[in-house]
C-alpha cells in the first residue's frame, strides 16, 4: 500500500510541475510588453545575517536604483561587508520564479562573494569555482519558503535564463546570470 501512496504523489507532483512551467510559459513570452513595463518587487531574509527585505525594485519601465542599493547591500559578502552591484537581471529571475511557483519569501544562503571569501571556501571544498560567479555578483544560493525545492529547480531550468545548480542536500539551489546550464 505504500507504494502505492508513493506513486499518486509522484504523479500529483508531476502535474503540478506540469501546471507550474504551463503558467511560467504563459507569463512570460506572451505578455512582454506587460513585462516590460509593470512593476516587480522581491522579498528576502539572508540566513546568515537575519536581515529581511521585501521591496519593489522595478517601476515604471526601469530599475529603482534605491532599491537596487538596498538589494546590494542585503546581499554583501557578510563575512568581509564588501559590497557590489548584483546583475539586476538576477532579480528578475527571482521575480519570475515566484510568478511560477508562487509568491514568498526568498531565504538567500549565499550571493555576492569577495575574492577572499571565495579562496576561503575554496579551500575547504572542491565544488567552489575559482572564478565564481558569486564574485561578480551574478549568482545566488537561495531557497524559497514554503516550496519544494525541487519545484523551484524545474521552474529555474524552465525558464532558461542562466545556471541552475542543484543540492538537496543542503537545501538550497544556484541560479546565476551566466550560459543556460545546469547541474
Known sequence: MQFGSECQNAARRG???????????LALPFAPAAWASAPRSISLYHTHTGEKLSLVYFEGGDYVPEALASLNNMLRDFR?????????RLFDQLYALNLACGEGTYEVVS????????????????GVAKDSLHVHGRAIDVRLSGRELRGLRDAALAMKQGGVGFYPRSNFMHLDTGAVRSW
Open 111 to 126: 550571493a555576492f562573494r569577495s575574492q577572499q571569501t571565495n579562496l576561503m571556501l575554496r579551500q575547504q571544498s572542491k
Open 15 to 25: 502535474v503540478l510541475r506540469f501546471f507550474g512551467w504551463a503558467a511560467l510559459s
Open 80 to 88: 568581509t561587508g564588501e559590497v557590489c552591484d548584483v546583475d539586476p
